[in-house]
């Protein structure tokens, strides 16, 4: 006799309850390469109308707010520099009792160009000491993440560590910071579709877009840093 056939359980959603984007504090930091974590939970702070202020509790910044479908949601900026990132992460899922796959930590990949983004259920810390930290506080790489690409020097040779620290360190140029506000907005609908449809759906979406710098954009920036130049002189 044929066995019977059990129907296939779909496979569940995961959607992320705690978003978290890595960052330095201190001023000096704003603004730059290795900070747009941090500029990424602004951008849906902004959006969604969510008050931040500092948790000394979780050692962050931190808000909570109502998505549709009465969904909560909670966004962290960690205040521990980057590579402790993981204590201010690990503070908040204890308090809140979040299993690690619903932390989806958003953080910049120098192997990415400005303008591309990658999403991911699970994977390695790739280098970036932040996620390194990450991964250790809550003993599990199988969390989603979202990386930014914020590329590679224009001559594209990192010769040391302290060629990439000055780099991630750096601020991006005119003409990055207008193509940067346009991946910030790609990475708002990113996440806010994996709210609502799963981190996969979102993957298969964005994973492949890219947000490239217009002719127009390159000419108002050439235009302002010849300006600049100008009243400099």
């Known amino acids: 006799m044929n066995k019977i056939q059990k129907p296939e359980t779909p496979a569940e ?5 705690l978003i978290v984007g890595l960052g330095n504090p201190e001023p000096k ?7 747009i974590g941090f500029a990424a939970v602004d951008t849906l702070a902004n959006s969604w109308q969510i008050s931040l202020s500092e948790n000394r509790k979780f050692q962050g910044i931190f808000g909570e707010g109502i998505r549709s479908r009465g969904q909560k949601i909670r966004l962290l900026k960690p205040l521990t520099y980057m590579n402790l990132s993981g204590q201010s992460i690990r503070a908040v899922v204890d308090w809140y009792k979040i299993p690690a796959e619903s932390v989806l930590v958003v953080y910049d990949d120098m192997d990415l160009p400005i303008g591309k983004l990658r999403m991911r259920l699970a ?5 970036h000491n932040g996620m390194k930290s990450a991964i250790s506080h ?3 790489d199988k969390f989603p993440r979202l990386r930014i690409g914020i590329g590679k020097p224009q ?6 560590d302290k060629d990439t620290i000055g780099f991630v360190l750096g601020k991006f140029s005119l003409e990055e910071s207008q193509l940067v506000e346009k991946v910030l907005t790609l990475v708002k609908e990113a996440v806010e579709l994996s709210l609502h449809q799963g ?3 979102s993957m298969s979406l964005y994973n492949n877009r890219t947000i490239a710098a217009t002719k127009a954009t390159n000419i108002a920036a050439k235009n302002l840093a010849a300006t600049d130049a100008e009243t400099k002189g």
């Open 138 to 140: 809550l003993g599990t």
């Open 29 to 35: 930091y704003d603004r730059t390469r290795h900070n």
């Open 123 to 127: 994977g390695s810390a790739g280098g």
């Open 13 to 17: 959603l995961v959607i992320p309850q």
């Open 199 to 201: 981190v996969e759906k």
């Open 155 to 160: 001559n594209g040779v990192v010769k040391s």
